[in-house]
């Protein structure tokens, strides 16, 4: 199995680490990020580096293990800024990483109220991330053959109509919660009891999916017309592309979807936490919004209402149906590891049949 992060960075194909280094500046002068591939390209970081006149260094990490392995292997002090999961924020903080921020400096008037989430967020009070980017596991598709009307009901991910024309995006978690979904449950309710029901739905969509892959692999099918629908596709598979293709859509099913979000801190032992944080409010300014959301790795939400985006960019993230949306969408729900180990075999079954 494959996470979207790490299958947008193989597709990205992204470096293990990059430098921008305005000119003039001193190599004293650095912040040094842990971070994935939306947070290396120059038009983000450049405008940072040049106002503060330091060098910026960044590493790209795939998985929460990956990271710790990373951090095991440093010095105190070698890491300023962290970007993770949001589900993963705790368990930073659990083992001593993260280090408190501001909360009276944050934009919380401007940051969608539904990501807020305080238990993924603070821990005694004190905030330990702020979040910055998130979207959705749903329906990817070709207009120009499904109509965003079939799109919109979850049944599509099983319609014989589209027998051989569905690819199906390698990850259990979104794909079964979305079955889930489409079958009236909760993720949050999911239980080993319904697990049966779930791995029926999925074996009548793999025998009408034409591949199971990753990122790449589901977004080249639909670029190239090999498939027409991508279940478990969303704006991040798609948004970045519209511009070219404007046959790429997507949309949220009526039933629902699974919303993933992403959350930026620093480091506890951080040697420039003044710098760390400023540029953690420049990430969720306007302005750092922005240049986030439209990264070349993946396009995805801002979390900053006020993001600056001119009204195409805003139309291809489907800018004006997000109160609908998050309305109607679950974050990643992550059970215990009984449940998690149950799914996964059941996934893998289903790969198997």
């Known amino acids: 199995m494959i996470s979207r992060r790490r299958a947008l960075q193989a597709g990205a194909g992204a470096l293990a680490s990059l430098s921008f280094m305005p000119k003039g500046a001193r190599a004293a002068d650095e912040l040094n990020l842990l971070v994935w591939c939306d947070h290396t390209s120059a038009a983000l970081l450049d405008p940072f580096a040049e106002k503060h006149g330091i060098k910026i260094n960044t590493k790209e990490y795939d998985l929460p293990g990956v990271a710790y392995s990373i951090l095991e292997q440093s ?112 993720p949050q309710e999911i239980t080993k009891m319904h697990l049966p029901a779930i791995k029926e739905k999925l074996v009548e969509m793999k025998k009408l999916s034409s591949l199971v892959g990753d990122v790449p692999t589901t977004q080249n099918a639909l670029v190239t017309g090999s498939a027409d629908i991508i279940v478990g596709g969303g704006e991040f598979a798609v948004a970045g592309l519209m511009a070219d293709k404007p046959e790429l859509d997507w949309v949220l099913p009526n039933e629902g979807g699974v919303r993933w979000s992403q959350s930026i801190g620093i480091f506890k032992e951080s040697t420039k936490k003044d710098l760390a944080v400023e540029f953690v409010k420049y990430i969720v300014s306007p302005e750092g919004q922005g240049r986030l959301a439209t990264a070349d790795c993946y396009w995805a939400m801002p979390s900053n209402s006020k993001a600056n985006l001119d009204d195409a960019q805003k139309k291809r993230l489907r800018w004006d149906q997000q109160p609908e949306f998050i309305a109607k969408s679950y974050p990643y729900f992550f059970g215990d590891a009984e449940l998690d180990a149950a799914m996964q075999e059941v996934w893998t079954e289903v790969l198997g049949a």
């Open 75 to 186: 010095q105190p002090g070698d890491w300023d800024v962290f970007v993770a999961d949001t589900g993963d924020i705790m368990s930073a903080v659990a083992k001593g990483y993260l280090g408190e921020l501001p909360d009276a400096e944050m934009p919380w008037a401007d940051i969608f109220p539904e990501l807020k989430q305080p238990d993924s967020h603070y821990k005694d009070g004190k905030l330990y991330a702020v979040p910055e980017k998130f979207g959705y596991n749903t329906i990817a598709f070709n207009n120009t053959k499904v109509s965003q009307e079939e799109a919109r009901q979850a049944k599509v991910m099983w319609d014989p109509k589209y027998a051989g024309r569905i690819a199906i995006y390698d990850y259990y978690i979104p794909t079964m919660e979305m079955v889930a979904i489409a079958l009236g449950i909760k």
